[in-house]
């Protein structure tokens, strides 16, 4: 075996390993609300969301062409499998800091930022598409707002509507449809995220000569799509504690708005093409709803450090997978 054909195998491995991680670390956002909620019970939601992102992750492929060509050509990139590795240790290492203190980070920055990082260092900033990555990194940051604009005017909404209720019934009935909201959301969810390890990997058989353009083969999607369906399955516990119980008391009606408007977000995105945070438009789509709901009801210095987390990521992790590319390949 060559060493070529030894290191795609290792971006491959690595860019599953990734789809694992994301799939456990990104499961809170998609079942957290419903969980805390006890519209479902958590090992029934952590299989419906597996179920759903395998579904989701199946449909589309417009993100894994925009991560696999936007950021660099690879097939421009003489040592673009040694940028992958790099790229996609440096995303798994900063996923299991996030999600060993219980911070949903994003796992799209993460990655995002990896392999700009990765490819500076390791090609150049002239390899690096400038424009491309600005496209990204505006998607990312405008999807959190949209999100959060969208989650307060729903549960505005809901509000008017059901002024005159008893908050019992409504919340008796809200907590039935969350079921299909978090199903929806979780579909979604591997609509956008499964994508990016699809992207990743078929960027390493472009830079490979495996094949000429980068449409995504079906064994890519299928071994993707598995690999989040099992990570999901795993569950990501201490990020579902902090997503559905300490930015605000959440209620099943909280919980259906946040959840529609995540998923509306995210998949309006992957119709776009766009690779967007989840946890950012999740996230944001529960603060919103808790600002309508009422706005001294979140707790701002939970939501701080989460924005803080969102942030520092894209630069932490860009000259993390400039280090370990120098570490790693810098004297080959």
């Known amino acids: 075996m060559d060493i070529s054909t030894l290191i795609i195998l ?20 998609a079942i957290a609300t419903s969980v805390s909620t006890r519209a479902l019970k958590p090992r029934t939601a952590i299989m419906l969301a597996a179920c759903m992102n395998f579904l989701g992750a199946i449909m589309f492929t417009g993100v894994a062409k925009t991560i696999g060509g936007s950021v660099a050509d690879p097939a421009k990139l003489d040592n673009g499998l040694e940028i992958l590795v790099a790229t996609l240790l440096s995303a798994i290492i900063w996923n299991l800091v996030t999600w060993w203190f219980g911070i949903p980070s ?8 990896s392999l700009a990082g990765a490819v500076y260092v390791g090609a150049g900033s002239d390899k690096l598409n400038w424009s491309g990555f600005i496209t990204i990194i505006e998607g990312l940051v405008l999807s ?10 729903i549960m505005m909404l809901l509000k ?3 002024a005159r209720r008893s908050p019992h019934t409504v919340n008796k009935g809200f907590r039935s449809m969350q079921i299909l909201t978090a199903a929806i959301q979780s579909f979604t969810h591997g609509t956008n995220d499964a994508q990016k390890a699809m992207g990743i990997i078929t960027f390493a058989l472009v830079t490979a000569k495996f094949q000429d353009d980068m449409e995504v083969p079906l064994w890519v999607k299928l071994s993707a799509a598995t690999a989040m369906a099992l990570g999901t399955s795993v569950g990501g516990w201490k990020i579902i504690k902090t997503m559905g119980t300490k930015i605000f008391k959440i209620e099943p009606i909280n919980g259906f708005a946040a959840d529609l408007t995540g998923a509306t977000v995210i998949f ?11 946890t950012h438009a999740i996230t944001s789509a529960i603060l919103g709803v808790g600002s309508a709901k009422r706005f001294s009801a979140v707790k701002w210095g939970v939501a701080g450090r989460i924005v803080v987390a969102w942030v520092i990521t894209i630069p932490i992790v860009a000259v993390l997978a400039g280090v370990l590319y120098k570490l790693l390949f810098g004297l080959i």
Request: cysteine-free.
């Open 160 to 162: 008017w509507i059901f």
């Open 144 to 153: 959190p707002i949209i999100a959060f604009v969208v989650g307060y005017i």
């Open 106 to 113: 994003s796992s799209s920055h993460a990655l995002i930022g």
């Open 268 to 278: 309006g995105a992957t119709l776009l093409h766009l690779p967007v945070s989840t």
């Open 10 to 29: 290792i971006v491959i491995f690595l860019a599953l390993a990734f789809d694992f991680i994301n799939g456990f670390h990104d499961t809170a956002n």
